[in-house]
């Protein structure tokens, strides 16, 4: 997964970090500082749901904060998508990220790693059930969900996910 905010640890301000009551720790900068927020919250949750309300906002914390999410487990629905670089077994699931309006809108995906994968064809909308763990795609690290389950599901009314207003505030 790629974002336009960068490492969430250079250019640390120096003693700025959350804590969540399970001691995990999420540093920040003055721009990631609401992502270090959000992960935090989501840190404490036994199961990760993205959902639409905050699915920019979530996967973006899983990107920058990716070491603290490995083990951790998640559920994310959207839509199939495999590139040519992806091994067999998997496959990006996810939705289109829009600020404005259509014509600016880019993919926001996951990489899923499946047993069943050829049963996901482009463009099928799925829900993945799985643990986050590391794994190089492209020269990057990325995290990725070990698939325990993956189904079906009946796409929403619209492909797009909004930024939500209210985040950072």
């Not at 899983?62 to 998508?81: M, P």
């Not at 926001?108 to 790693?113: G, R």
Request: charged residues 20%; contains cysteine; proline residues 6%.
């Amino acid at each position: 997964m790629n974002n336009n905010y960068g490492d969430a640890s250079p250019n640390l301000i120096p003693n700025d970090k959350l804590q969540s009551d399970t001691g995990q720790v999420f540093p920040f900068n003055e721009y990631t500082k609401p992502y270090a927020k959000r992960a935090a919250e989501m840190y404490k949750e036994p199961l990760i749901v993205i959902n639409d309300h905050f699915y920019i906002e979530s996967l973006t914390s899983l990107d920058l904060y990716q070491d603290q999410f490995v083990g951790k487990k998640v559920q994310i629905s959207g839509y199939v998508y495999r590139l040519d670089t992806m091994s067999k077994n998997q496959f990006a699931l996810g939705r289109f990220s829009m600020r404005c309006c259509v014509a600016d809108s880019v993919p926001l995906a996951i990489l899923v790693e499946a047993d069943t994968p050829e049963q996901w064809k482009n463009d099928m909308y799925a829900v993945a059930l799985g643990t986050l763990e590391k794994r190089q795609f492209d020269g990057k690290d990325v995290l990725t969900i070990v698939a325990k389950t993956v189904d079906t599901q009946d796409a929403p009314t619209s492909p797009y996910v909004y930024q939500n207003p209210y985040f950072g505030t």
